[in-house]
């Protein structure tokens, strides 16, 4: 008799954590978007152009730009990319952390060099992304703005359809992300991150983080990319970093399999570490008859 009603139990929580994934599946399917008309590709032309590819240029820390409430401007400095040149910024500031949380960051850079994610291919995440040393390809469509990210193969969607963020979002690397146009900017909300994604350098996030992104164009082939991190448990304040983007329109994104010659491995406690043992020479093996 106990054995029936263990199983009777079991199916009980099979069947109420199918109901969860159902009610999921359903609440994220309300919002219905129509098939594109001819209407919506013309505004879509009226819109600035986005499509290309994009890089961050080489350059370091000169690439950020913090803004600090109050803070003044200071004086800016060329980047050392030489097909870089007319961009500069000031150097980048540090992140506001609340007394709480910079402990907890310190703890963290202890331990970074072993914990670090990226040594087994879990890709950066949001916002550390989109700063990445690889280039990104924007598609504009109706409805939605495509971005794509050859590194750890990327694929972003920020919905410009009039949908809400969700008010419960299951967390991701990349977030869930719906936009709007302001005159020729476009303003991205994004929320529902994964623990593994981090503020900056060594510096997680809560769960209460969330994104704004500012997209507008500086000249036909130069971007500028605003992002502002609110992370009321975090941060004492909104972090504002801005990234400029160059665009090269005969560029296209390349395969990126981080797990292709992947010589990290994880010990037995769970740490990083890296096989120094050089990959057997590739062809047939001369010795083999």
Not at 53 to 72: D, I, K, R, T
């Amino acid at each position: 008799m106990a054995q029936q009603s263990t199983k009777h139990f079991g199916r009980s929580i099979v069947i109420a954590l199918a109901s969860v994934s159902f009610v999921s599946i359903t609440a994220a399917q309300t919002f219905k978007r129509p098939a594109p008309t001819a209407a919506d590709w013309a505004a879509v032309a009226k819109l600035p152009d986005f499509t290309g590819v994009w890089e961050v240029p080489l350059g370091g820390e000169g690439h950020s730009l913090v803004v600090q409430p109050g803070a003044a401007k200071q004086n800016p400095r060329k980047a050392s990319s030489s097909h870089f040149s007319p961009a500069s910024f000031p150097t980048q500031q540090p992140v506001p952390l609340t007394p709480a949380w910079a402990a907890k960051v310190k703890d963290l850079k202890a331990h970074a060099a072993e914990d670090n994610p990226q040594a087994n291919c879990l890709p950066n995440g949001m916002p550390a992304i989109m700063g990445m040393p690889y280039p990104y390809e924007f598609l504009v469509t109706p409805g939605q703005v495509t971005i794509i990210g050859e590194a750890y193969r990327m694929v972003r969607h920020i919905y410009t359809d009039g949908r809400p963020l969700p008010k419960d979002p299951d967390p991701t690397f990349w977030g869930t992300s719906v936009g709007h146009w302001e005159g020729k900017t476009l303003v991205a909300e994004s929320v529902g991150f994964v623990p593994q994604t981090h503020i900056a350098p060594n510096v997680p996030h809560s769960d209460q983080m969330k994104i704004i992104e500012r997209f507008r164009l500086v000249d036909p082939n130069t971007m500028s990319v605003e992002t502002t991190v609110i992370d009321p448990v975090a941060l004492t304040h909104p972090y504002t970093t801005t990234r400029i983007l160059k665009r090269h329109r005969d560029w296209t994104i390349d395969e990126y399999i981080c797990e292709q010659n992947n010589r990290n491995s994880v010990t037995n406690s769970g740490k990083a570490e890296v096989d120094t043992i050089p990959p057997p020479p590739s062809g047939p093996d001369p010795n083999f008859k």
